[in-house]
């Protein structure tokens, strides 16, 4: 491995690291926040976001709760860390708009955790997640479905090209009795007469004309007529 491909790998384990360190400390906050008002009980927590003046706070609160619970514990284990890193950024913000935090988080640390949230929905949860796994997985089906389908369309290309490959190979597994009995029974071409070869005669002409006698095999001479004596 070269030197350039050394470095880009140990870069790409500092970022695997450091996505990780950064995913489990961020979900770790969100997720003991989220449990601590789980603990004090939602009728207790909407007590608490009314008194700062919070809209709805019963509905408030369990939003609050879910987001923070469900959204820390999916970025600790690496799972769709964009979409939850966002709905935590906007959870954060919310919070900081509406209403003071609540529990042992102050605002600037609110601030924090709205700001890595988003940081880590853009950059990504690393390899060392869920979500690595997952598509790590996803492409490999994909890979082996699309060696599957050119692998058909080869075949179906082959078939197409030469079609008389499969009654050849099928013919090949005959006897070789049966093979050259197949050869006997084919046509033969007429052998053309070369030039200063004389042609066969045709059947008439050898077939005897009536009247005629063979005789052991040949054609009886025309008897001869007897001579007349001129008078």
């Known amino acids: 491995m070269s030197r350039l491909g050394q470095t880009n790998s140990v870069k790409q384990v500092l970022r695997d690291l450091a996505a990780l360190v950064a995913r489990v400390g961020v979900g770790g906050i969100f997720f003991a926040n989220g449990w601590t008002k789980l603990e004090d009980g939602l009728i207790t927590t909407g007590a608490k976001f009314l008194e700062q ?3 709805a706070p019963g509905a408030w609160a369990t939003v609050t709760m879910l987001a923070e619970l469900i959204g820390g514990a999916l ?3 690496g799972l769709a ?3 939850t890193g966002l709905i935590l950024f906007a959870e954060a913000l919310a919070v900081f ?3 003071p935090p609540l529990n042992p988080i102050s605002l600037n640390e609110l601030i924090l955790l709205g700001a890595a949230s988003l940081l880590l929905a853009v950059v990504g949860a690393g390899r060392v997640s869920v979500d690595h796994m ?3 997985r996803r492409r490999e089906s994909e890979a082996a479905s699309e060696f599957a389908a050119d692998n058909e369309a080869d075949q179906v290309i082959a078939s197409l ?3 008389d490959k499969p009654a050849e190979s099928a013919q090949e597994k005959k006897k070789e009795p049966e093979a050259s009995a197949s050869e006997d029974t084919k046509p033969h071409p007429r052998v053309r007469a070369q030039s200063g070869e004389a042609k066969p005669k045709p059947a008439e002409e ?3 004309a009536p009247g005629d006698t063979l005789v ?3 054609k009886k001479p025309p008897p001869r007529g007897r001579r007349t004596t001129a008078e």
Do not use: K
Request: glycine share 8%; hydrophobic share 55%; charged share 10%.
């Open 53 to 55: 003046g919070a809209p």
């Open 75 to 77: 970025l600790i284990a």
């Open 81 to 83: 860390v964009s979409t």
């Open 97 to 99: 708009l509406v209403a």
């Open 134 to 136: 997952v598509v790590i």
């Open 161 to 163: 090209r030469d079609p």
């Open 206 to 208: 050898s077939a005897p």
């Open 216 to 218: 052991a095999g040949r």
